[in-house]
């Protein structure tokens, strides 16, 4: 199948997804995550009307935005702190913030280039020891913290699910992220805007549309499997 077919594929999935959960389709939004594909391939989804590419590493956004600029850019993968520099200029928004640290880096990179950075908060929900993001327990306080920040704008939450969990332990961590962000939304926090929550991937996505998630982040079922992926993911 061509990008093409794939995108509409998927977003007839996720229409229907969204119709079973009694949701209104058009509030989910795909990511087509770029990652290890050349910019035809991106251009090629672009023209098949694609807006939003994901990236996991700065360097390869960076790279890439020079040659697709017309689109939103988006961090998903984890960031050091001494790559900020290079996508801040670049990037509509940052899905992986799981440090204070890290969040006060861009803000210091933001106000350089006079911009409020959107981010999410990763939050490891699923509690598998490979998985980045702060703990659920941790996180009103680090909201409250990064809330601080003038050139940093939190717009939400983003979770990656475990391997190998089926749909029903898929919905059950994405209905945990999506309770935390409703318990936060409640706390009214200044400067914290609960309202995108950033989860589903190519093998999950609409456990993640039936458990509320406004972005889905996917790269194989749009583009094909990477090159350095074993098992046809
Ligand atoms: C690679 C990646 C994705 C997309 O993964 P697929 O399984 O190919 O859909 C989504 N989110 C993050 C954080 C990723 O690194």
Known sequence: MSIAENISYIKEKIFNAAVRADRDP??????????????EAI?????????????NRPR????????????????????QRNKV????????????????????EIEKR????????????????SGEQTKSGITPQETVDICREISRLEHVKICGLMTISA???????????????RDLSDEIKRLEIENVDMKELSMGMSH??????????????????????????????
Not at 47 to 54: E, I
Request: proline share 1%.
């Open 163 to 177: 391997k190998g969990f089926d749909f029903e332990q898929n919905y059950t961590v994405f209905k945990n992220l």
């Open 110 to 125: 933001a106000k350089a280039v006079n911009k409020v950075q959107k981010i999410l908060i990763q939050v490891n929900i």
């Open 43 to 55: 251009i090629e989804a672009r023209s098949a009307g694609m807006v939003d590419f994901g990236e």
């Open 85 to 104: 520099k290079y996508i801040i200029d670049k990037v509509a928004l940052i899905h992986s913030v799981d440090s204070i640290a890290l969040a006060q």
């Open 26 to 39: 058009n509030s989910v939004r795909l990511i087509a995550v770029s990652k290890t594909k050349p910019i």
């Open 60 to 79: 390869e956004l960076a790279e890439k935005y020079e040659n697709v600029k017309d689109v939103n850019w988006h961090l998903i993968g984890q960031l």
């Open 204 to 233: 999950d996505y609409e456990a993640a549309v039936a458990a509320g998630t406004t972005m889905v982040r996917i790269g194989s079922a749009v583009f094909g499997s990477r090159d350095y992926n074993i098992q046809g993911k």
